[in-house]
Structure formats: structure tokens, C-alpha cells
């Protein structure tokens, strides 16, 4: 569960306003808060977060980066009662603006990256098509290994990692499927 106090970190406490939120799918006592960042004199990105004013559980995060996609995390365990509010207000779920659709984001991790990013950098692009931030803890021989391969082919690190993730995945899906 995402905690105000984690928001309030991956913002960096560049808090703008805040209100009192009124759709009343989270219950009462719920708020809003913006995060705003002023990367330049044209471009401003702003992090939004709905939470609970007494337990400081994080409800929904907006991430709205300037001249990219617009990404949404809902706790899964209120994503009914959310996805029911629209239905309740006649809106579209899938569209942040009349041109910008969300990106929906499902892991707790990713979420707090794009948040950081967005105020920091304002650049979230590269989660656009469903990246998402695995933690892995890797032995310092394994970590050794893998760097001198991804070394030998000249490619980073990351992107080896991530060719063994979708080969394996791969296999398993021809296992399942054979």
C-alpha cells in the first residue's frame, strides 16, 4: 500500500494545493494534493494524489508530464468502487483529456518512479508502453557475470536483463502452450 509519506518523498514535498476531494467512492475524510514543477517557462508537470486525511493511505496517482501520456494508478482494492464513480458520472474512464488517454499503472514501484521523474525531469516516455520497474537483488558474482556479458554484446546491463526476462518468459508461455 502506497502511504502519503512515500508521495510526499518521491515529490520531493513540492507541494502546490490542495482539496477536499469530492467524488465519494474513497468514503469521507479524503483529500487531493498537487505536485508541481516548473522545469522550464513553458512546461510545468504536476503529480496529483488522492488520499485519506486520517490513515494516509494513497488512494489514485495522476502523473501529468508535460507533452507525454497521462498515468493512473488506483489501489486495486478500491479500483471497483472508482471505476463505478465514472460510471456514476457519466464520464470515460480511459480518457484523462479530450485527446490524452491514461496509461494505467499497476505496480506500487513504477508508480513512484514516473511520480519522481515527473517532477524531477518531467521525461516518463519510456513507461508509455507498459514498462515497469522490477527490483531484483542480485548476488555481486551473479551482478559481476551479467555486467561482463552485457559488456561482450555492448549493450547495458539493463537491456540484458531484460532479454533474459522476455526469453525465459517466452519459454514458460511455449511450455504452457505445448
Known sequence: MIRLENML???H????EGNDYLWKCFGENVMSLDFNSDL???????VTIVFDKITHEVYTIECW???CSVFRYVQPEYLERYNQEYTNLYLNREMATDETKYVDVTDEDTILHIAELCILEGDCKQFENGDVIINMDLEDDVLIALSLEAHRKNITLNDLIVQILKNKIDELNAEVKG
Open 13 to 16: 514535498y513540492q507541494i502546490s
Open 65 to 67: 508530464p508535460y507533452e
Open 9 to 11: 518523498k518521491a515529490c
Open 40 to 46: 522550464s517557462d513553458k512546461l510545468s508537470n504536476c
